[in-house]
T-cell receptor
Framework: SQQGEEDPQALSIQEGENATMNCSYK?????LQWYRQNSGRGLVHLIL?????REKHSGRLRVTLDTSKKSSSLLITASRAADTASYFC?????????????FGQGTILTVHP | ETGVTQTPRHLVMGMTNKKSLKCEQH?????MYWYKQSAKKPLELMFV???????ENNSVPSRFSPECPNSSHLFLHLHTLQPEDSALYLC??????????????FGSGTQLSVL
């Protein structure tokens, strides 16, 4: 199965600062997705970037993808206390990997007011 | 509200009990998933159903028994669980597992404690 590995495991910043977290993977992908999870809740889809895209924006989120390095980064600009959550990447691959969508351990982001 | 509803939100059960977790989606999706999230572990994909047919069973012990009577409902039947089965059980749905840009929609989960 495809599994991304997030880095760092934990990130602590002040409100207003930018937060950057990374995801690395090992095999080819069709897309890479980022999800957020508030404590004890389900995951929420944030953004999807396709393998032929290099950068994508959505509000305060900026995602980059470097398929040569097999890595992606998620940047949250001007962070807020409400951004405190765990963030996961998900590698979407086609072919026989359909239906085997697996997550890494995530990055725990804490934004201090 | 994601359109995926899980009940109950919390469940405490003894090792000899039988209980069921329920998931319902109102998104018109055809694929449904069970994930297990234990403390300090990655989310573990347990089962996948596509058009009511089970497509994945990731070596899950038989004390967990899934049921998908239709594309909108998914159950996880539990019996003779162990304390290490205590975890957050998450249900998700997506349009169809054969789509390339498949996005998952999650329920809020059932926090299960096995005593």
């Amino acid at each position: 199965s495809q599994q991304g590995e997030e880095d760092p495991q934990a990130l602590s910043i002040q409100e207003g600062e930018n937060a950057t977290m990374n995801c690395s993977y090992k095999t080819s992908i069709n897309n890479l997705q980022w999800y957020r999870q508030n404590s004890g809740r389900g995951l929420v889809h944030l953004i999807l970037i396709r393998s032929n895209e290099r950068e994508k924006h959505s509000g305060r989120l900026r995602v980059t993808l470097d398929t040569s390095k097999k890595s992606s980064s998620l940047l949250i600009t001007a962070s807020r206390a409400a951004d405190t959550a765990s963030y996961f990447c998900l590698c979407g691959a086609g072919g026989t990997s359909y239906g085997k969508l697996t997550f890494g351990q995530g990055t725990i982001l804490t934004v201090h007011p | 509200e994601t359109g995926v509803t899980q009940t109950p939100r919390h469940l405490v059960m003894g090792m000899t009990n039988k209980k069921s977790l329920k998931c319902e989606q109102h998104l018109g999706h055809n694929a449904m998933y069970w994930y297990k999230q234990s403390a300090k572990k990655p989310l573990e994909l347990m089962f996948v159903y596509n058009f009511k047919e089970q497509t994945e069973n990731n070596s899950v012990p038989s004390r967990f028994s899934p049921e998908c009577p239709n594309s909108s409902h998914l159950f996880l039947h539990l019996h003779t669980l162990q304390p290490e089965d205590s975890a957050l059980y998450l249900c998700a749905s997506s349009q169809d597992i054969t789509r390339i840009d498949e996005k998952l929609f999650f329920g809020s989960g059932t926090q299960l404690s096995v005593l």
